[in-house]
Antibody
Framework: QVQLPESGPGLVKPSETLSLSCNVSGNSISNYYWTWIRQPPGKGLEWIGC???????SYNPSLKSRVTLSLDTSNNQFSLTLTSVTAADTAVYYC????????????????WGLGTLVTVSS | QSVLTQPPSVSGAPGQRVTISCSGSSSNIGAGYDVHWYQQIPGTPPRLLIRGTTYRPSGVPDRFSGSKSGTSASLTISGLQAADEADYYCQSYDRTVRVFGTGTQLTVL
């Protein structure tokens, strides 16, 4: 069964860099866009961006200047880096899978990790 | 700021039918992009409920249905059950960005 466990520090200081990784176990990563979505406590969902196995990326313009997504295909692992964090970046960060192509729809998310809470505080 | 607008809350009694709306614009739903729906029980990740506007993934009861018209979409839940109490989010595509709705909290009375 495909799982998407996220890992990374739960606490980051303001102005520092947030780094998270996600490991795909049980399946190839070549048929999906691998995505990060976040959810501030008590608020809605925000798409951060995605990376394709080819290495191509797409980012939310609101975060693009601070975000880098990368993919390690040999280890089936992909990662998120968010620089210059503030309290507004405090959120649960989800590792998410988006099927490529058109399969009863397009641009949707069919598998979510459990999420990891990252708090930005000094 | 979300580009898809949903009512903050809806409610219904067990057995009733409720509809959750999702209002977009000509650059997302109105441009012909699919609408998808997710159910999120507090403390858990969202679960895909409807993809491609009307299609239910395997395991989703047929009490859940989706539709779209113009720049808006709707999720209808029939035969409301206590287990349906959750937050619901619509989602679409808008000029290279995957966008979510503001979210709707469903209360089963």
């Amino acid at each position: 069964q495909v799982q998407l466990p996220e890992s990374g520090p739960g606490l980051v200081k303001p102005s520092e860099t947030l780094s998270l990784s996600c490991n795909v176990s049980g399946n190839s990563i070549s048929n999906y866009y691998w995505t990060w979505i976040r959810q501030p406590p008590g608020k809605g969902l925000e798409w951060i961006g995605c990376v394709y196995y080819s290495g191509s990326t797409s980012y939310n313009p609101s975060l693009k200047s601070r975000v880098t997504l990368s993919l390690d295909t040999s280890n089936n692992q992909f990662s998120l880096t968010l620089t210059s964090v503030t309290a507004a970046d405090t959120a649960v960060y989800y590792c998410v899978r988006e099927p490529t192509g058109y399969i009863y729809g397009q641009y949707y998310f069919d598998l979510w990790g459990l999420g990891t809470l990252v708090t930005v505080s000094s | 700021q979300s580009v898809l607008t949903q009512p903050p809350s809806v409610s219904g009694a067990p057995g009733q039918r409720v509809t959750i709306s999702c209002s977009g614009s000509s650059s997302n739903i109105g441009a012909g992009y699919d609408v998808h729906w997710y159910q999120q029980i507090p403390g858990t990740p969202p679960r895909l409920l409807i993809r491609g506007t009307t299609y239910r993934p395997s395991g989703v009861p047929d009490r859940f249905s989706g539709s779209k018209s113009g720049t808006s979409a709707s999720l209808t839940i029939s035969g409301l059950q206590a287990a349906d109490e959750a937050d619901y989010y619509c989602q679409s595509y808008d000029r290279t960005v995957r966008v979510f709705g503001t979210g709707t909290q469903l209360t089963v009375l």
